[in-house]
Every structure is written in structure tokens, then in C-alpha cells.
């Protein structure tokens, strides 16, 4: 059960399924720059044989996912037709990827990881899909994997700038969730130097984001947009998204929903541009409506983290109700969503840890269980958000002391958020020291004057600001 449902509020952390799919959406362009336009070719005459839906529309979330549907079977056919083919199956897994960054269905995380073991193989010594496999342990957060496949890959003969933009992006990515923020920034501008693209410059925009650099963030993101082509409905749709979920994170709510809003207009019913409408309507108050938005996207993607973030709803709905069905909705809500949860830890435990983590910071009652969860999190990814997790797992323990060790670690880096700054604060209560937990919650205010449990006027849209 909840701490208080009160406080259960999304925003309070960044969420880990939303910077998830931004960093794989913006990398799939990274992917896909070591493809050939001969292989794309390849990829469009496989799709478009016979009971392929290739040719569907594309500004529509169904249309997008039929579209990338059929060029899987596609490639799948010619996978069969060329066992020996190891580059079959890597774009048979680049494209497994692009799905997973629609989709986000797990299954594919599994699929793409035996397509790569395949690969490897049957490749040549010295050979085979190194930029791609290291995307894909990035992906899924296994930091360690990482730079044996870049170096690798960086023995290719002819390697392009957009390939050598790709590597210096996933070495910025590891060294900025090691904790290591000035070799991550130093990446982040070479690759954008390199290429520059909406990938490479939305990936230096969450660097400046979580870093304090709002404006800069925002300005980027609106430099990447000159990089997208008309036809680009999905890209299109997501750099809204972010510019949103960066207006959301800092108190804009009006703002947010406006570019939620613009989003739909490039691609229709995605779930998870309607999961961060549900969000704001959340954060505004609107709790019916944020159900019942949370109830189609529930629907749709069948995520398991959406399904805590709607029981979360309806189980303080259920506080100040008479109607048993509320709790019983909620609560079966959380057998639901932890039974997938912990099939996910089971399948690839780095790729879902940190994902059962928020679950279980809502819904767990064994503090033991959920500080050992937290602490296997941070290890595997010792900075950053992981770093708010565990010290937040410590204070529900009620460990404030190893709250406020890991805390104050962290907060001799550069990373900057509003949750950060929360959670220092009710540290900082806890122990008693009520200037300290001021400064902090000023600090915090500071970049979300609306922050939930910070300000009273939480739930209102007050706060605007010039920049939009």
C-alpha cells in the first residue's frame, strides 16, 4: 500500500518508462545510420510482398505499427530464405528495436537479443552487428557491454561520421548514467558535432535537462525539429512529446498539454502521448479524467508501470469512498502489474529492475525486499535517478541516514531535478534539520514552483512563463 496516497502523485520522480523510450527513440536514428539505402531498399521490397500492410497510412499509432509489422515479416522472410546471412538478422533486430521504441513491448527486448547471439555466429571473427548490439545493451542497461561492442565496431574499415556520431553517443549514454557527467557531455557534443541531427542533439538536450539547463534543453529540441523530414510523423511526434514532458516537469502545465496535444496531431491514439495527457489532467487534478484516459492506454499497450500509475488511482480514490469496487479495481491492478514485473526481472533483470523499483516504492510492504531491489538497482547504474530511487527505498524504510548519504553524493554532481531537491528536502525533515530541508524545497520550487507535495497550490495552472 501507498505511504499516502497523497503522495502518490506522478512527476514527483522522473518516470522511468517515459526517459526510456526518449533515450531509445531518439537512438533509434543512431541505428539506423549504419544501414545502407541498398538495405533499406532490401527492407520495403521484402515488406511489400502479398498481405503486407507496409503502404497503410503513417499518422496514425495502428497505421505506424502495421507499418513496421510488415517490414519485420518482411525481413523475417529473407532471415529464413538466408540462414547463413548475418546481416539479415541484424536488420531484422534494428527493426525489432524500432518497434520496441512504438511498442514498447518486452517481448522484443528477448527477440532482438537472440537474433544478435545468432549473428554473431555465423559472422566472420572480428565481424558482425557491434553498433547494434551495443545499442541493445544499452537499451536494456547493461553498462558494462557496452564499450567492448564500440570498440569493435570501431574497427570497421570506412567508418562513417554518422557511425562515429552513434559510438560517442552511447559512450556519452554510459558515462552519463556511470555518474560520469563531463565525459558524457563531452560525447554528447561530439557526436553532435559529427552529425548534426535530431538524435545526436536531443540526446545533449536531456543531458542539459537533467542537468539544470533548462533553456538550453528547450532550445536544442527546437534546433533538432529543423532536422526532421516531412514525412517523419513519428519523429515529429515524439520531439513534441519531450518539449511537453519538459513543460510538465517544470510546473507548465498548460504548456505541457498544448504540445501533447500538437503531438496527436502528427500521430493519432499512442498510447504514450495520451499516458502523459493522463499525467497532466493527473497533476491538474482531473482525476476522473486522467482514469479514463489511463484506462484506453492500459488497453492498448497493456504496460505494466500504467497499470500502477491507474491503480495508484484508483486506491486513493478508494480513501474517501464507500464503494468497494474502487479498492478492488486498484488492487487487482497491482497483482497485474507485479506478475509482469517480476516475469520482466526474471527474463532481462537490468532492462526491468529499475522499473519493478517504482512499483515497488508505491506497493511494497517489505522494506527489506525493496532497499535490496533499490541497492541492485544503483549498482547497475550508480547515478542519476537510480541514486533518488534508493534514497527514497531508504527513507520509506526509515533509513534517513543512508537516504542522505547516497543523497548527498549525488548532489555533489551536476544532476539537477525538482525530484531531487523533494526528496533532499524530506530528508532533511526527517532528520530534523529544518533549514536544510528549507533550502532544499526552495531549491526545489525553484524549478517547479508546482511541485506536488512542495507547494500548496499544486493542483493549480498558475505559473506560466515566457519560454514555450
Known amino acids: 500500500m501507498l505511504r499516502n496516497a497523497k ?14 523510450v526518449l533515450l531509445l527513440l531518439a537512438a533509434l536514428a543512431c541505428l539506423r545510420l549504419s544501414g545502407s539505402t541498398e538495405a533499406a531498399a532490401e527492407e520495403r521490397s521484402a515488406a511489400q510482398q502479398p498481405g503486407c500492410s507496409a503502404c497503410a497510412p503513417a499518422a496514425d499509432y495502428a497505421a505506424l505499427l502495421s507499418d513496421v509489422d510488415g517490414r519485420i515479416a518482411g525481413m523475417q522472410k529473407l532471415v529464413d530464405q538466408q540462414p547463413g546471412d548475418w546481416l539479415k538478422r541484424e536488420r531484422l533486430a534494428g527493426l525489432l528495436m524500432e518497434r520496441v521504441g512504438l511498442s514498447g513491448q518486452f517481448a522484443d527486448y528477448l527477440s532482438i537479443g537472440k537474433l544478435l547471439d545468432e549473428a554473431f555466429a555465423i559472422a566472420p571473427e572480428g565481424s558482425g552487428p557491434n553498433l547494434l548490439a551495443a545499442r541493445y545493451n544499452m537499451s536494456i542497461h547493461r553498462l558494462s557491454q557496452v564499450e567492448p561492442y564500440l570498440e569493435r565496431a570501431e574497427r570497421k574499415v570506412g567508418l562513417s561520421g554518422l557511425e562515429r556520431a552513434a559510438i560517442a553517443t552511447l559512450r556519452g549514454e554510459v ?62 511526434a515524439w520531439l513534441k512529446l519531450q518539449r511537453g514532458a519538459m513543460h510538465m516537469e517544470s510546473g507548465r502545465y498548460a504548456e505541457a498539454l498544448e504540445y501533447f496535444e500538437a503531438a496527436q496531431q502528427e500521430v493519432g491514439n499512442w498510447w504514450l502521448i495520451r499516458e502523459h495527457i493522463a499525467e497532466v489532467y ?41 464503494d468497494p469496487q ?45 532497499c535490496s531491489l533499490a541497492e541492485q538497482n544503483y549498482e547497475a547504474r550508480p547515478a542519476g535517478l537510480a541514486a533518488e530511487q534508493l534514497a527514497e527505498a531508504y527513507l520509506k524504510a ?14 555533489a554532481t551536476p544532476y539537477t531535478t525538482p525530484g531531487l531537491y523533494g526528496l533532499a528536502s524530506e530528508v532533511y525533515a526527517e532528520q530534523g534539520e529544518r533549514a536544510a530541508a528549507a533550502a532544499f ?8 514552483p508546482l511541485f506536488p507535495g512542495m507547494s500548496k497550490s499544486a493542483a493549480s495552472d498558475t505559473w506560466r512563463s515566457s519560454a514555450h
Open 282 to 322: 493527473e497533476l491538474q487534478g482531473r482525476r476522473a479524467e486522467a482514469t479514463a484516459l489511463l484506462e484506453e492506454c492500459v488497453e492498448q499497450s497493456g504496460h505494466p508501470e500504467l497499470m500502477d500509475r491507474l491503480a495508484a488511482l484508483y486506491l486513493e480514490a478508494a480513501e474517501s469512498s464507500s
Open 175 to 236: 558515462a552519463f548514467h556511470s555518474g560520469d557527467y563531463a565525459e558524457a557531455l563531452k560525447q554528447y557534443r561530439a557526436a553532435a558535432a559529427l552529425a548534426p541531427q535530431s538524435s545526436t542533439l536531443s540526446f545533449l538536450a536531456e543531458y542539459h535537462l537533467r542537468t539544470g539547463g533548462w533553456q538550453e534543453a528547450l532550445a536544442l529540441l527546437q534546433l533538432s525539429e529543423q532536422y526532421v523530414e516531412p514525412d517523419q510523423a513519428q519523429l515529429k
Open 7 to 20: 503522495e502518490k502523485i506522478p512527476g514527483l520522480r522522473p518516470r522511468a518508462l517515459s526517459l526510456a
Open 326 to 370: 474502487l479498492k478492488a479495481r486498484g488492487e487487482k491492478l497491482v497483482r497485474q502489474s507485479r506478475a509482469l514485473w517480476e516475469r520482466q526481472v526474471e527474463q532481462l533483470p537490468e532492462a526491468a529492475m529499475g522499473h519493478m523499483l517504482s512499483h515497488s516504492l508505491s506497493f511494497e510492504t517489505d522494506m527489506q525486499k525493496l
Open 441 to 448: 524545497r526552495e531549491r526545489c520550487l525553484g524549478l517547479n
Open 398 to 411: 526509515g533509513r534517513s541516514a543512508d537516504a542522505r548519504r547516497v543523497l548527498e553524493q549525488c548532489l
